[in-house]
């Protein structure tokens, strides 16, 4: 498998990198822009053409778990400042962005028409962009009608500021009312979701997104192949004090990884460590190539803080892991 290689996200016709770059936790919070721009510049040398960062990330809550620099931009400000000081052809890469938390205030949160249209206005200026090519809605809003949700999605499409958009986090039943308001009033339906996926969490990939995709033509964008790192092996012995499950804001990580379930993970982790090792692989490759051998998933998305990380995950598209061991 090639890093260049590129799927359709879903049925809509926009052809996605097999691997995508997510800013969740580094930009603007964990690394400096520095180093920011050294990621992004291997991941683009290397045939990523889909970067993902959302109007939350980093939003005033800035990583505790490194006193080695100050971080002061949202993770949306610090993609735009490189991407135009990169200056790459526009129609190279793909942007997307994700909307519902944008603020303290009542009307600066949730998926009011209000706040798309504000929210995605605001990323645009942050990213310094024209449009974003998808943005996604980062939850559902029990407040909100979803014929709004829709009709509001549709608008800022025509406006020319987003040219798709999806879903992240959403129930199969949510993601199907969407499509069935789009239908019903001739508006534009959400054409992918973005969805946990990794070793320890699988059923609403492998079960519930083959039926969408089947019925609606609904993509499948991955994040978190490693877990929040847990994959990667560096939590066996306890939490590193530089590590994600160390900063600030993350506690339910370091829980998730300190609790009874989390010590069987690691266990677990250790059978893993033996195929990997069989392989020729690091743990953290395996565990991204047994995303991608995934046919319900278009497009995995990875992260990383420094660039050796950045490059050995790249390396997992010259993993080799058998289809057949997909149910072990």
């Known amino acids: 498998m090639a890093i260049n290689d590129s799927r359709n996200l879903g049925k809509s016709g926009l052809r996605v990198s097999n ?33 993902d960062t959302a109007e939350v990330y980093s939003a005033g809550k800035h990583s ?47 998926l009011s028409r209000k706040h798309i249209v504000e929210g995605i206005r ?14 996604f809605a980062n939850k559902t809003d029990a407040h909100t009608p979803m014929e709004e949700i829709v009709r509001a999605f549709t608008h800022i499409i025509n406006q020319g500021w987003a040219l798709y958009w999806g879903t992240s986090r959403w129930s199969p039943m949510e993601i199907m009312e969407a499509y069935s308001v789009a239908r019903q009033f001739n508006l534009i339906p959400p054409i992918a979701e973005q969805a946990e996926y990794h070793l320890f969490q699988r059923e609403k990939v492998e079960v519930q997104m083959p039926e969408l995709f089947q019925k609606i033509g609904i993509g499948t964008i991955t994040w978190s192949p490693l877990a929040c790192g847990i994959l990667s092996g560096k939590y066996e012995d306890g939490v590193p004090i ?38 020729g692989c690091s743990i ?45």
């Open 19 to 51: 691997l995508g770059f997510g800013t969740w936790v580094t930009f603007g919070g964990q690394i400096t822009d520095e180093v920011a721009e050294e990621l992004l510049t291997l991941a683009y040398d290397n045939g990523i053409n889909f970067f």
């Open 64 to 110: 505790d778990c490194t006193k080695k620099s100050k971080f002061n931009d949202l993770a949306e400000v610090t993609l735009g400042k490189i991407l135009k000081k990169k200056n790459w052809r526009r129609s190279s890469y793909i942007i997307s962005t994700k909307l519902f938390w944008g603020g303290k205030a009542e009307t600066e949160k949730g």
């Open 122 to 135: 605001g990323s645009l200026d942050r990213l310094q962009l024209e449009y974003v090519d998808v943005v």
């Open 242 to 279: 530089y590590s994600r499950a160390a900063c600030k804001g993350y506690c339910w990580l370091k829980d998730k990884i300190l609790c009874e379930e989390g010590r069987r993970q690691q266990a677990k982790l250790r059978e893993v460590a033996l195929i990997a090792d069989k392989i």
């Open 284 to 328: 953290a490759q395996l565990a991204i190539a047994w995303c991608l051998r995934s046919e319900n998933v278009h497009c995995v998305l990875i992260g990383a803080s420094t660039v050796e990380q950045l490059y050995e995950n790249i390396q997992a598209l010259q993993t080799n892991v058998n289809p057949s061991d997909k149910g072990s």
